[in-house]
């Protein structure tokens, strides 16, 4: 059904990236509120202390490696959950994008977490200037994907995703 839709250019990449990086600022806030709870609970129960610290907030703060891999995770989630499940993040619905194998077909878990490892925080999609006319970004080569661009009509339809399974 999508093997022979256009590819997604530079622009519209990059602008369903950046509604996707409002959606993900609100979802780091609320991973922050839940690590503040979390350090607030250890401390009341006694596991960890915050004697030496100003507040919670300063806990995070020297400790800061274990959120920065925490909120990696949560921004991993983000991605994995979207193009698996359904092919589209949030922002990438928004634009009509759809993330397909290169032969059509609805991507793997596996494709997904390849693709999200080498997209580079999105700097892979500069790789479409390098390889001009060709429509795939660094992350689409290395993990066998393409981002395809929706006709009005397929973007009404719920579920394409599985309409490429």
């Known amino acids: 059904m999508f093997a022979n839709a256009p590819r997604a ?3 519209r990449r990059l602008a369903a990236i950046l509604y996707d990086w409002l959606i993900l600022a609100a979802l780091w806030m609320a991973a922050m509120a839940l690590a503040l709870l979390l350090v607030g609970i250890l401390n009341r129960f006694g596991v960890i202390s915050l004697a ?3 507040d919670h907030a300063d806990f995070i703060a020297r400790h800061n490696i274990w959120f920065q891999l925490y909120s990696l995770l949560w921004f991993g989630w983000f991605y994995l959950y979207f193009w698996y499940k359904g092919g589209q993040t949030l922002g990438m619905r928004a634009w009509r994008l759809l993330l397909v194998q290169q032969d059509g077909a609805a991507v793997s878990l596996k494709q997904a977490a390849l693709r ?5 925080f999105g700097l892979g999609n500069l790789w479409l200037w390098l390889r001009w006319g060709k429509g795939l970004a660094l992350q689409d080569q290395l993990s066998g994907t393409q981002v395809i661009v929706l006709t009005k009509e397929q973007s009404k ?4 995703h599985k309409a490429a399974r």
């Open 116 to 120: 999200a490892a080498t997209a580079l």
């Open 157 to 160: 339809l719920l579920n394409l």
């Open 52 to 54: 030496n610290y100003t």
């Open 9 to 11: 250019g530079l622009v």
